[in-house]
T-cell receptor, first 113, second 114 residues
């Protein structure tokens, strides 16, 4: 089942912070985050595995709350280069050999000067 | 290190035709996944291949098929094309199959059906 991302779109000014959420109705084993700029391929940001860990990538970090089946992506002091569509991809806890990454519909982030 | 290469970049076909898309993964990567991306549905999983075997398949009709060769290169075939098949088709490769494997995407093949 496709995870739900919120918000669908967000507009920021350079230097502002943003949070993007990814929620699933199923128990999750992992959450992947990717960013896709217009006309380009999605680029891997980070993976969070079951265990509630938090990871960071430059000024972008994420958390994974397995009890709530939710992950949040935190963008702090946003830069113009952060603009793009952010996708979360989730793997159910029952994945195993039937690993299948299901992506949300994406959150369009626009950072203005 | 060369990235994931997809060919062709653009294709225009008419309804009823068939099409084959190609994907060359990053050297050393053995897993290849295919996705369909449309504005309304986002990224939808088509199938994954690992060591020439299909490991998983998404909810697409049998008109969508694929295969992987011994050098890990993969092809995707769509037969009897429909207008709704117009989309960006993305291929992603990873070292192996599993939860901790980041996927590296190619630039995609944009397929337009007239």
């Amino acid at each position: 089942q496709q995870p739900v991302q919120s918000p669908q779109a967000v507009i920021l000014r350079e230097g502002e912070d943003a949070v993007i959420n990814c929620s699933s109705s199923k128990a999750l084993y992992s959450v992947h985050w990717y960013r896709q700029k217009h006309g380009e391929a999605p680029v891997f940001l980070m993976i969070l595995l079951k265990g509630g860990e938090q990871k960071g990538h430059e000024k972008i970090s994420a958390s994974f709350n397995e009890k709530k089946q939710q992950s949040s992506l935190y963008l702090t002091a946003s830069q113009l280069s952060y603009s793009g569509t952010y996708f979360c991809g989730t793997e159910p806890a029952s994945g195993g050999s039937n690993y299948k990454l299901t992506f949300g519909k994406g959150t369009l982030l626009t950072v203005n000067p | 290190k060369a990235g994931v290469t997809q060919t062709p970049r653009y294709l225009i076909k008419t309804r009823g035709q068939q099409v084959t898309l190609s994907c060359s993964p990053i050297s050393g990567h053995r897993s290849v996944s295919w996705y369909q991306q449309t504005p309304g549905q986002g990224l939808q999983f088509l199938f994954e291949y690992f060591s020439e075997t299909q490991r998983n398949k998404g909810n697409f009709p049998g008109r969508f098929s694929g295969r992987q060769f011994s050098n890990s290169r993969s092809e995707m075939n769509v037969s009897t094309l429909e207008l709704g098949d117009s989309a960006l088709y993305l291929c992603a490769s990873s070292l192996g199959t599993g939860t901790n494997q980041p996927q590296h995407f190619g630039d995609g093949t944009r397929l337009s059906i007239l």
